[in-house]
């Protein structure tokens, strides 16, 4: 005997449509999914982010000095005496820091640098005094060291994580940012170069 057509459609389970904005979420996390890839793929330069604060003034900071290193603290006004300065964000318990250390000190010993009157100058990011004299007891690169204990001033600054470093021209304002540790490659291609333009 031949079903009845009509007895199927009783019997047959009824398909659920899932509304649309149900998988809007899927569909936006897949997206977000893909830029990221496509970032850290294509682009994933992170040393390149843009920072609002590029031609702006630098933050109005004034942080006490490293207790225990014989160099001043970091102020505001300091930044604004026509020295191109360096300011690098570091902590001792940042693994990168470690690694940028040794040409911070190449930066800080280069004749050519000393003889322009650009200097480098220190943020102790969320670090205990006695842990950050032993980070800086292999060498102290820094003329200023400004501690940000609360880690204020760093937001301040616009600071991702740590290293960061930023290119401040005499008149105090910034001219570029550099996230990342500082290695042989970005001190020849983008740091020296950004110090010569914030020179002139």
Known sequence: MANNPQDLAVVAPKRRR???LAILPLLAFGLLAVLFAKQLLVGGDTSRLPSPLIGKQAPMTDLPALEGVNVPGLSANILRDGHVTLVNVFASWCIPCRAEHEFLMKLAADPALKSKGVRIAGISYKDEAD??????????????????RPG???IDWGVYGVPE??????DGRIAYKLIGEINEANTRDLLLPE??????
């Open 18 to 20: 899932i509304p649309f």
């Open 131 to 148: 842990k950050a004299r032993a980070f800086l007891s292999r060498g102290n690169p820094y003329e200023l060291i400004g501690v940000d």
């Open 152 to 154: 204020r001033a760093a």
């Open 165 to 170: 470093t930023f290119v401040v021209r005499g």
């Open 195 to 200: 110090i010569d333009k914030a020179l002139h």
